[in-house]
């Protein structure tokens, strides 16, 4: 969500006429763009601000926008007095008080300006997430802004407002305008992509906004998360099993695989419910790949409700597992209500059981696709290697001499590991 909210204010920021920079010292405008899933990032995130003090003394002029959760829908004010060189605070995806500041007063005058001014947007690991006007094969397209399910551990409906759906023809229009771009693969992003319309009286459904969009023309692949176990419905289900566009993998966190865990979560199902779902879900697309959330070390969880997170994982042999270790974040009902009772050096090893089992699991999986034919859409070349996606969001890489980008292409997989495959082009 955070990418595509870098790519709004970066698009924002070029009708205004800024360029660009990959350079902190030569930017005019920095975006700073922060996520508070976690106290990491939110450290993260003051750290890299610090790191800006010295632009800002050397440059006075330099406008620095704190944008996204730690500013949140209500936090602007207790920031103001805490980060006094920061000079505009942007709610998550409002690149509104930025552009409000940059069209009025002192530094309104672009037309007038002898040289070209410049912007840098960042998040708090440094990456820069902007749409490279030419260059963007995959694109996030947000559907849905904000949250109210409200699990326990997670402070995004506190940070990104309630939910809001995007209309139709809002979203539509965004999808076109990328693919006139030269945009192939797009991405609907929601907290919980798969409640989209439900905030909407007699509005379409997840299910109904992916056949409309199947029919945007120059979009060769659509993808959507993150989804929720709870609304993924049969019209979902079948949505991606008909259209061919709509690409066979699905992100579906479970975060515990214990009952009690889950209720303390407010996760709202049980272990044998997402076992069911599962299930479900491979008869009807067998060659889908699932990926899921796991969170170790929730206030309370004992070894025997750990290991029952390991069986789950063991047995469903799920395609990705994003694993993460609890941590306390304040306005959460866990932070309020629980006690964080397991220690870090517990947390790290629960983490590390998981991941080795899962390294094996995907191992597995990938091994599979050893000699086979499969189709890659080609992103960008990495060190002399191309590299691109299966339709199931394997990473693939290729040696080739020809410009691949943004092309799908039928490829022969050579090598397999747990994390990328590496492949060639038949030839002829």
């Known amino acids: 969500?955070?990418?595509?909210?870098?790519?709004?204010?970066?698009?924002?920021?070029?009708?205004l006429g800024y360029a660009f920079t990959d350079k902190a010292e030569e930017a005019d405008v920095i975006v700073m763009n922060t996520c508070v899933v976690r106290q990491s990032a939110e450290d993260k995130a003051y750290g890299r601000l610090s790191s800006l003090v010295p632009l800002k003394k050397k440059n006075p002029n330099l406008i620095i926008n704190l944008m996204g959760c730690l500013v949140g829908v209500r936090g602007a004010e207790k920031l103001k007095a805490k980060l006094p060189y920061v000079d505009v605070f942007s709610p998550p995806s409002d690149p509104g008080p930025l552009i409000s500041l940059l069209t009025q007063g002192e530094v309104r005058s672009l037309e007038d300006a002898e040289t070209t001014r410049r912007f840098l947007t960042m998040d708090e690991e440094l990456t820069l997430p902007v749409n490279e006007r030419g260059k963007l094969v995959s694109a996030h397209v947000p559907i849905v802004y904000g949250c109210s399910h409200a699990c326990t551990f997670c402070i995004i409906p506190y940070k990104r407002g309630v939910e809001r759906s995007r209309p139709v023809g809002d979203i539509v229009g965004e999808v076109r305008s990328l693919a006139k771009q030269g945009v192939k693969e797009i991405t609907l992003l929601g907290q919980i992509v798969d409640r989209y319309g439900k905030d909407i009286p007699d509005g379409p459904n997840l299910a109904a906004l992916l056949r409309i969009i199947h029919e945007v023309e120059g979009i060769e692949r659509i993808r959507f998360l993150t989804s929720h176990p709870n609304y993924f419905d049969d019209t979902l289900i079948e949505a991606i099993a008909e259209l061919p566009r709509v690409m066979p993998h699905i992100e579906l966190p479970i975060q515990a695989g214990d009952d009690q865990v889950l209720e303390n979560m407010k996760r709202g199902y049980t272990q044998q419910n997402f076992r069911d779902l599962v299930e479900k879900i491979r008869a009807r697309i067998p060659d889908c790949s699932i990926a899921t959330d796991i969170i170790v070390g929730f206030p309370g969880e004992t070894e025997y409700q750990f290991m029952e997170t390991y069986r789950v994982l063991s047995d469903l042999k799920l395609d990705v597992a994003h694993l993460a270790r609890y941590s306390m974040r304040e306005g959460t009902v866990a932070t309020r209500r629980m006690e964080d009772n397991i220690s870090e050096e517990e947390k790290m090893r629960r983490f590390r059981v998981l991941e080795d089992l899962q390294e094996q699991v995907v191992a597995e999986i990938n091994q599979k696709y050893l000699g086979k034919p499969v189709d890659v859409l080609f992103e960008e070349k990495v060190k002399n290697r191309w590299r691109g996606r299966t339709p199931t969001n394997k990473l693939v890489f290729v040696e080739s001499d020809d410009d691949l980008r943004?092309?799908?292409?039928?490829?022969?997989v050579t090598w397999t590991g747990p994390w990328s495959m590496q492949a060639t082009i038949p030839k002829g």
């Open 1 to 15: 969500m955070n990418v595509a909210d870098s790519q709004r204010v970066g698009s924002s920021l070029e009708h």
């Open 406 to 412: 943004g092309r799908v292409m039928p490829v022969t």
